[in-house]
């Protein structure tokens, strides 16, 4: 699978900016690929992605090494996805955050085709994540930098980083399907779910308003714990399911400790 999505919206309401904007090349839907590209800007190897296979079957998840820091929810993007998004938004002010004091670190995306990239960005900008990153890293000296900016400034941080769009292109031309063109239309999306270092679990979009609190987790819970799945991956699937599109075809890989 690609990263990505198609322009669904007119040129002043689409979240993906216009498209005159500068446009990625989408990433394969691949835990080698997300990692390689990671590993590349400075998370220590110590942490990787892994496929998660299923999100009810125990056996399945046992697979999943753990603690799980971030999950990243890959899904075609669809009508009611849409309706859902700019209705839960539509009373919801721009996010204006910055600073040591956020608990949650969120890029606003305005690169076209880099929802994968931003996703990623999102499980390792987050609560303990952080601590696997490398210091003097290209990813340090990135996040140090956006700290303190607003979310319009910190995606224009992003879009100029060319640390960032070295290490993206050199990861999408990985991976075991030939790449789509930076130009595509690429309907899928990708949510990531992290716990901040408050205990909460957040939903990060580079497409929504802001970040979006989901609820509290216990001290020992991680983003695959039962409560975090129901407040997270399968609230969303299950809104998906009842509001009529049917069963949801979607991936999902974890952020958690290397097995090599």
């Not at 999950?71 to 309706?83: A, G, I, M, R």
């Not at 992003?158 to 595509?184: F, N, W």
């Not at 408050?198 to 939903?203: A, I, P, R």
């Not at 009842?242 to 991936?251: K, Q």
């Amino acid at each position: 699978m690609a990263s990505g999505h198609s322009d669904m919206e007119g040129p002043q309401s689409n979240p993906d900016g216009p498209k005159s904007r500068k446009a990625f090349v989408p990433l394969e839907n691949n835990p080698e690929v997300m990692s390689r590209l990671l590993h590349q800007l400075g998370l220590s190897s110590t942490l990787s992605f892994h496929d998660v296979f299923s999100i009810d079957d125990q056996d399945l998840l046992a697979f999943v090494p753990r603690p799980a820091y971030a999950l990243l929810l890959v899904f075609p993007v669809s009508d009611t996805y849409e309706t859902f998004r700019r209705t839960e938004d539509a009373d919801k002010e721009e996010y204006s955050g910055a600073g040591s004091g956020e608990e949650v670190m969120w890029f606003k995306q305005t690169i076209r085709n880099a929802c994968g990239l931003i996703g990623l960005l999102h499980g390792v900008s987050n609560g303990e994540a952080t601590d696997f990153i490398e210091p003097s890293s290209d990813l340090s000296t990135l996040l140090k930098s956006a700290i303190p900016l607003k979310p319009t400034a910190r995606a224009d941080l992003l879009y100029e980083s060319q640390a960032l769009e070295s290490a993206h292109q050199s990861a999408a031309a990985l991976g075991d399907t030939s790449a789509p063109s930076a130009e595509d239309k690429v309907d899928l999306h990708y949510v990531c779910f992290v716990k901040s270092r408050n205990g909460h679990l957040w939903e990060l979009d580079g497409r929504r308003k802001g970040p979006l609190d989901r609820g509290p987790l216990a001290l020992a819970d991680d983003v695959l714990c039962e409560r975090a799945l129901n407040i997270g991956v399968r609230s969303f699937l299950k809104r998906e399911e009842m509001a009529g599109g049917g069963e949801l075809r979607f991936s999902l890989i974890a952020l958690g400790p290397s097995l090599e």
